[in-house]
């Protein structure tokens, strides 16, 4: 079991991390990373403290996980599909059998250039985003296969037409961190 702590490699074998946002939902577990680089220390702090807020939008069989951190880190978005995950890692969640159910989301902040972890976050988001997400998940676990490419080319295409920031304003479910 891999250990990620602050101030320490998030992979020992590897140093350096592509520049990327990357939403993964993987044996049950959410998980929000962020391989930034130059980072400046406000980013830092806003990530570790600033107030979370979390947005779901859905459009052409591809979700997006959108959040925003404080004032330092503006609205951006991670696209995710079913099908992008390793099938041993894959499981559907369960319908919400609990209306107070949240689902805890891990979020991760590496510099990208060193690979170092500089901002752990754990936080729940409200049963109304818990429910939302969940059966947007479903709903792509029980959807036509989609392949890596057609993912990629389903994404762009709605990039190319709305920023992060769009995404949210039409968001089908918003809750800030710890609801």
């Known amino acids: 079991m891999q250990i990620v702590a602050i101030g320490k490699p998030l992979f020992e074998e590897r140093g350096e991390l592509p520049e990327a946002v990357e939403y993964s939902y993987q ?16 980013e830092i702090e806003a990530v570790r403290e600033a107030e979370a807020e979390f947005g779901l939008y859905c459009e052409n069989g591809v979700m997006f996980l959108l959040y925003r951190f404080g004032d330092a880190l503006p609205w951006s978005d991670s696209a995710f599909s079913w099908w992008n995950v390793a099938e041993e890692d894959r499981r559907i969640p369960a319908p919400q059998s609990n209306p107070a159910e949240r689902i805890l989301l891990k979020i991760i902040l ?5 690979g170092i972890v500089k901002a752990i976050r754990v936080t729940t988001l409200s049963p109304d985003f818990t429910e939302k997400l969940h059966t947007a998940i479903r ?23 709305r920023t992060p920031a769009e995404l949210a304003a039409n968001a089908i479910v918003k809750t800030k961190g710890g609801e």
């Open 27 to 42: 044996s049950g577990d959410h998980t929000l990373l962020l391989s930034m680089k130059n980072m400046h220390p406000q």
């Open 110 to 114: 590496v510099e990208s250039v060193t």
């Open 139 to 161: 709903e792509q676990a029980v959807g036509d296969e989609l392949s890596r490419d057609e993912f990629v080319a389903r994404s762009l295409s709605i990039y190319k037409n």
